[in-house]
């Protein structure tokens, strides 16, 4: 069976005084997610241009997405992160059915989101994000552990000692073998950005929401994410929980190349060719 890295070319950068390439290989990592349902006026609110729709999953409420992910092995080494994302329509400008767009993200194996906050744990990590993708990506305080059965992140600002917001899932038992895109937009440069990550999985679990998945916010933190959350969500109970012990993943991008990115990556080659 051919592996996913196969007929894949990269080329080699230096970011962050760091060797690196593009596209990004992922060798190991995990991840955990919750769903949870939010103001769907809030969230368009939140999405930078008309052309980003969010999801509906129902009238009235859309979905905001809150994970964490663990990379063990990698491109950009070894780092943790948390997303909060938005899920999207797939930027269809048509009236949004219920349902539709999880449904058709099943039946694909592809999702859409809008990020809007990736803390990130070292600045190999964030410079790639923000190089490459134009993600939202700062130097963060992260841990994830796993007590009692539970896995935890907590995100802490460097500035601060309390956690500005925990998620804490209950992973579901099972779990089926699964190759998803996922596509992320963000806003750079004044217009959307794109990228993919195309992840694979021996084993992906995902269960209902409710009791399996706490959500913890400190609103009075310095940075925007607790409020902005505060704010979106119709509730701290999950509509569902998502458990993804070990998976690869290449990070394809950018979609769009700006002229902030240009000067980016050609100061990266540049520090290549004077370490050479």
């Known amino acids: 069976m051919p592996s996913l890295f196969d007929g894949v070319h990269q080329v080699e950068f230096v970011l962050a005084g760091e060797p690196t390439r593009l596209p990004v290989f992922i060798r190991d990592a995990g991840a955990f997610a919750a769903v949870f349902p939010a103001r769907l006026a809030e969230l368009r609110r939140l999405l930078p241009d008309p052309g980003l729709v969010p999801a509906r999953i129902a009238p009235g409420a ?17 780092y943790r992160e948390v997303l909060v994302g938005i899920a999207l329509e797939g930027g269809e400008a048509m009236v949004s059915l219920p349902g539709r767009a999880a449904l058709r ?10 990020i809007l906050d990736m803390p ?16 939202p990506k700062w130097i963060a305080a992260i841990e ?3 007590r009692e059965g539970e896995r935890i992140c907590r995100l802490r600002h460097p500035d601060e000692t309390v956690a500005l917001l925990t998620l804490v899932v209950r992973p579901p038992g099972g779990g089926r073998r699964l190759r998803l895109r996922v596509a992320g937009r963000s806003w750079r440069d004044g217009q959307v950005q794109g990228s993919e990550l195309l992840i694979e999985s021996p084993a992906v ?10 959500l913890e916010l400190d609103p009075a933190s310095v940075h925007s994410t607790a409020r902005q959350l505060d704010r979106a969500l119709l509730g701290r109970r999950a509509l569902a929980v998502v458990d993804v012990p070990a998976f690869r993943a290449i990070f394809f991008g950018p979609e ?11 100061r990266a080659r540049a520090d290549e060719r004077a370490r050479t």
Do not use: K, N
């Open 144 to 146: 994830v552990a796993t």
């Open 120 to 135: 990130v744990t070292t600045e190999l990590a964030r410079e790639g994000g923000v190089a490459f993708a134009g993600y």
């Open 256 to 266: 769009r190349i700006t002229a902030r990115q240009l000067e980016r990556l050609a």
């Open 205 to 214: 679990a995902i269960g209902p929401g409710g009791a399996s998945a706490r």
């Open 105 to 114: 993200a099943l039946l694909r194996g592809r999702s859409e989101v809008f």
């Open 62 to 78: 859309g979905a905001v997405v809150v994970g964490a992910v663990e990379y063990r092995d990698g491109d950009l080494g070894a």
